[in-house]
């Protein structure tokens, strides 16, 4: 199998392209990414030299691009991970988000759709398939402490990022529809874990602390994410795209829901405990800082579709996946810096996503 995974530079997608590198070693994994100030190649470093994989540089906004990448190198599979996610920059910026996150979709799609039509493939398009990565966010906000998303909840998006994401997900759907194409899709929780890009709440506090840094809480920060360890996000794409139904869609969850605050108050007790400072030092660091515009009050994932028929469940706890996260984040200060100490404070200037 020739599979394409776009993306793959990226926090996610760099976890999925590993595993399937070295989980698959008889498929063909070829990383596209267009090396925004997200990806980075060194989350690959391990796997780069690895005879099954191939980076290609590019930018899904390139329709002629893809259609030229397509013809030469007849992919059997796609996962598209490949977005803008940063939700305050899609508030200033939102173009940057339609073209990317709706626009480079529907790129991908006639590419593919093209490129498996072209080889005279059946009306099912036989061994062939396309899977879109999304997000919850496209749900909007839970107000109810015993409402969950299920994949039969109504999209409400709130902010310009999640508007681009529902729009993607529709067209993924209409191509099902339409043209026939073999799509698949899932919609994740919060990720958090090793690789992650320093403009997310966890790193970024990590980082902060480290720094002896403000730790900007939006609000009073009882806004109330579940989280996944990423991981465990790249085993269940595994199983879905593997496993699932075509034409259905799986939510994918942690079954850990958190107040941001709660968050911020349990990594500086890990922090202070793994620097040897005396407890409470890192949480006078904290500041409440004016709220963000549409902030969702709470996402909350129902996993148990992709538990009951694909057989996935997450494997970690969120205080064990956090404590992890902090070792790996010490540990790899290099990484750290190197990421810390350019675009992403050109860009984000010390705030974060709660993504």
Not at 105 to 126: I, Q, Y
Not at 196 to 223: A, C, D, R, S, V
């Amino acid at each position: 199998m020739k599979l394409l995974i776009t993306g793959g530079a990226g926090f996610i997608g760099s976890h999925v392209v590993r595993l399937f590198v070295t989980k698959y070693p008889e498929y063909q994994i070829y990383n596209l990414d267009a090396l925004t100030y997200a990806g980075n190649l060194a989350n690959l470093s391990d796997i780069e030299k690895a005879p099954n994989y191939t980076f290609i540089k590019g930018d899904i906004t390139d329709a002629k691009f893809l259609v030229d990448m397509f013809t030469e190198l007849s992919f059997d599979g796609v996962i598209h991970l490949a977005a803008e996610s940063h939700v305050d920059r899609s508030i200033t910026d939102p173009m940057s988000f339609v073209m990317t996150n709706v626009v480079g979709t529907v790129n991908l799609l006639n590419a593919a759709k093209d490129s498996w039509a072209a080889e005279g493939m059946a009306p099912n398009f036989e061994g062939k398939r396309f899977y879109h990565v999304s997000t919850d966010e496209v749900f909007g906000s839970l107000h109810n402490p015993e409402d969950f998303f299920t994949e039969e909840t109504a999209y409400d998006p709130q902010s310009p990022y999640s508007a681009s994401k529902a729009a993607s997900d529709h067209f993924v759907r209409a191509y099902g529809n339409t043209y026939k194409l073999p799509v698949v899709l899932s919609n994740c929780s919060n990720n958090y874990g090793p690789n992650h890009f320093p403009e997310k709440l966890i790193p970024l506090m990590i980082h902060n602390i480290q720094t002896n840094k403000p730790l900007p809480i939006y609000g009073k920060g009882e806004n109330v994410r579940d989280w996944l360890f990423v991981v465990d996000h790249a085993r269940a794409i595994d199983a879905v795209f593997h496993k699932g139904k075509q034409g259905e869609t799986y939510n994918i969850g942690g079954f850990n829901e958190w107040k941001n605050i709660d968050i911020v108050n349990l990594l500086c007790q890990i922090m202070d405990r793994k620097l040897g400072r005396p407890e409470g030092t890192s949480a006078q660091l904290i500041t409440y800082v004016t709220d963000r515009a549409g902030h969702d009050l709470r996402y909350a994932i129902d996993a148990h579709k992709i538990m009951n028929n694909l057989g996935w469940q997450p494997s970690l706890q969120f205080e064990e996946g956090l404590e992890k996260t902090v070792d790996w984040f010490l540990t790899n200060q290099d990484w750290l810096n190197n990421v810390t100490s350019g675009a992403y404070q050109r860009y984000y200037q010390g705030m974060y996503t709660d993504r």
